[in-house]
């Protein structure tokens, strides 16, 4: 509910290419691997590096739990590939061994056999009986077999987990009208139904509180002996290993903190860890909230519950990261008018709120990358998410400049915007104006969307089940729409040509309505949450305007584009289904929000899907993008660090297993 994702398709930079540095690194399957400079840490001080180091040593200690939550063999299938990797003796060069490395590298990206983005399992083009070959020509190193368990066993355990379609087929369902936990796959239960899950939580929040607890968010919830109970992450608990890792580096960036305030901010993130209790949890939220005074700041923890279908319970993610002076100045000026904006919207007076507290902006520089932020990114984020957190306390609003930069420059000239966009000012307008364009909406949707409006008394905020992610990611994006062509963004100086909004419809409307639908499989409806906000806003849009022309759908040559003919009447439609949207919000109105999402948000036009992946085809691009994190090197004088060095690694298999050779700290079987 507080991500923000790129369309890696899209491109609208036109800042010159730096030769001297290779953001693209290889392309497989549906992704490509990138790398992302960070510049400015040259000019931190020892601590301040220091700082990042610790912090990032802490962002990879948690690898394997996200493994683990999202299957519960993802780590055993992992380990049997990087071991073949390794210690394969037979023909490396082959096709066959060639395509088996493309498998494991998808498994690698998206931590798991599911894939990252549509959840659906993924399968490698190879025969069984090849990859049985694979394990027994594997000589050297360890298959994770269980105690007692023989390779033949190991074999027959492990081979149909991978390439059944009919075993775990789904990492994440959110398909009406089935159960949703029994048809996931996911691994943040376990012997228990959705009535059950459901009706375990609601015993534990029916008291009505002020500063509700977010129940369940760090813990697997489990049926044993007819019983349900919960295993709570925490030191001597679920994830232990990597946990009790994660807190020894924490411990060493408390000793190096900027200030009073950020050592107290780390402290209190390991008690929550040592203890796993959520009150610790919030406590600790409203710390970071205030800690804006400090260069170097991340996030770690479970914090993002896109990865349930019952949007309850958290995978575990981190990023380091230190301010961006320059670049923050914008956002800044976004965040310091957030009551104007507040009090202008066009929802409902009573969903707004009175007085806007601590809504602080900042754009950032990714230093490293870890848990549900790696490989793929978001390019924003707003926390925390607890609803009364930020009434009471404010949120922290970011835009990730240098990893937008990174995709911009790697996807410059793939012939994306020329495709789709139907006509030569519309392709104009993306290249002059959707750069910014683009980091102004993610300004918007961070800084103040997210943290706009408030629940009417007596809703808690998670009344909308698994409808709560795609509606919460539409409303920010409304926000983020209906207020980048307000006059008020000129009059603060942060356009000077209403080119830059009509970029952004065009660009949103076009995307919504065809270009996402290169992510999806010929058949398939839209499942993950930013793709369904997508569509749920532009399809409502060309609905909503359809009797006076605000958005064609035009057909030439036997292609389809969309255009926009009136921006403000688009963008009062904006409005208006921003006051909808928060009213679901605030009332917690579970069947309006539903029905929203299943009339516009999840079904695919077949034949229009069609065509659009045959135009992607002819380009040769790849839908999703991800990146590899440069690494600190620390410089000692005994066993005193003099100095961090970062470098930019180019090899992805070589992160990959360096990650899980140094960086691996749990278990394979529970």
């Known amino acids: 509910m507080a991500i923000l994702y790129s369309d890696s398709n899209q491109t609208a930079s036109i800042e010159p290419q730096v030769a001297e540095f290779r953001f693209l690194l290889e392309q497989f399957a549906d992704l490509k691997i990138m790398r992302y400079r960070v510049p400015g840490f040259d000019l931190l001080t020892l601590k301040q590096k220091m700082l990042v180091y610790y912090l990032s040593q802490a962002a990879l200690a948690g690898r394997d739990i996200l493994f683990d939550q999202n299957y519960k063999y993802n780590l055993a299938i992992r380990r049997t590939l990087e071991n073949i990797v390794e210690n394969y003796k037979g023909d490396r060069n082959s096709d066959d061994f060639q395509r088996f490395m493309v498998y494991t590298k998808r498994v690698w990206f998206s931590n798991g056999i599911h894939h990252h983005y549509s959840k659906d399992k993924f399968f490698p083009e190879i025969s069984t009986e090849y990859f049985e070959t694979l394990i027994r020509e594997t000589q050297g190193g360890e298959f994770p077999l269980r105690n007692g368990q023989t390779l033949d066993e190991f074999i027959s355990e492990i081979t149909p987990v991978i390439f059944d379609p009919s075993i775990a087929p789904k990492a994440v369902s959110q398909e009406a009208g089935k159960d949703l936990l029994l048809n996931s ?7 228990v139904n959705e009535k059950e899950a459901v009706d375990f939580y609601k015993s534990m929040s029916h008291i009505e509180v002020d500063t509700p607890l977010s129940y369940g968010l760090n813990s697997k919830l489990v049926k044993k002996n007819g019983v349900i109970t919960e295993e709570v992450y925490k030191i001597g608990g679920l994830y232990s290993g990597a946990i009790g890792q994660i807190v020894f580096w924490l411990n060493k960036s408390a000793t190096v903190a900027e200030n009073q305030h950020q050592q107290k901010v780390i402290e209190s993130l390991v008690k929550y860890y040592e203890t796993g209790d959520l009150t610790t949890w919030d406590e600790y939220n409203v710390l970071w909230v205030k800690d804006v005074d400090s260069h170097i700041d991340f996030v770690n923890g479970f914090i993002e519950v896109y990865g349930d279908p019952l949007g309850i319970k958290a995978t575990w993610e981190s990023i380091v990261n230190f301010k961006d002076l320059v670049a923050t100045r914008r956002a800044e000026t976004i965040s310091l008018n957030a009551q104007w904006f507040e009090d202008h919207s066009p929802v409902n007076p009573e969903f707004r709120k009175a007085v806007v507290k601590g809504v602080s902006a900042k754009v950032i520089t990714v230093a490293q990358l870890g848990g549900d932020c790696y490989p793929s990114t978001p390019i924003g984020i707003n926390l925390p998410n607890a609803d009364w957190v930020r009434k009471e306390h404010g949120s922290k609003s970011v835009s990730i400049e240098n990893i937008t930069y990174a995709y911009d420059q790697a996807s410059l000239g793939n012939g994306m915007i020329e495709e789709f966009a139907g006509f030569p000012e519309e392709i104009a307008l993306a290249k002059k104006y959707g750069n910014l364009a683009g980091n102004l909406h993610t300004d918007l949707h961070e800084c103040l969307g997210h943290g706009s409006g408030q629940l009417m008394p007596g809703t808690r905020g998670d009344e909308l089940k698994n409808y709560g ?5 539409a409303r920010a994006d409304l926000f983020a729409l209906y207020y980048i062509a307000d006059p008020k963004m000129m009059e603060l100086g942060l356009y000077d040509n209403e080119g830059v909004y009509r970029a952004e419809y065009n660009s949103y409307i076009r995307n919504g309505l065809i270009t996402q639908l ?6 398939k409806t839209i499942e993950q949450a930013h793709m369904r906000c997508r569509q749920l806003i532009a399809a409502w849009s060309y609905d909503l305007g359809k009797e006076n022309g605000v958005i064609e759908k035009l057909f030439r040559e036997g292609k389809t584009y969309v255009k926009v003919n009136d921006y403000q009447a688009l963008r009062s439609l904006f409005g208006q289904m921003l006051a909808e949207i928060q ?52 410089e000692k004088e005994g066993e005193n660090i003099t100095d961090v060095e970062i470098g930019y690694p180019e090899e992805y298999t070589e992160q990959m297993l360096d990650y899980s ?9 529970k």
């Not at 290169?518 to 058949?523: A, F, K, L, V």
């Not at 140094?662 to 079987?669: G, V």
């Open 661 to 669: 050779k140094n960086h691996s700290f749990l278990p394979t079987y």
């Open 518 to 523: 290169t992510r999806i499989e010929p058949g």
């Open 185 to 191: 796959a996911c691994n943040f239960y376990e012997g």
């Open 583 to 634: 009213r679901i919000k605030s009332e917690g109105d579970f069947n309006a929000g539903r029905n929203l999402v299943e009339k516009y948000a999840v079904r695919v036009d077949q034949v229009l899907h069609a065509e659009v992946l045959e135009r992607f085809r002819r380009l040769n691009v790849a839908p999703y993008g991800g990146f590899i994190n440069p690494v600190f090197i620390p």
């Open 469 to 473: 992610s795609p509606l919460e990611e």
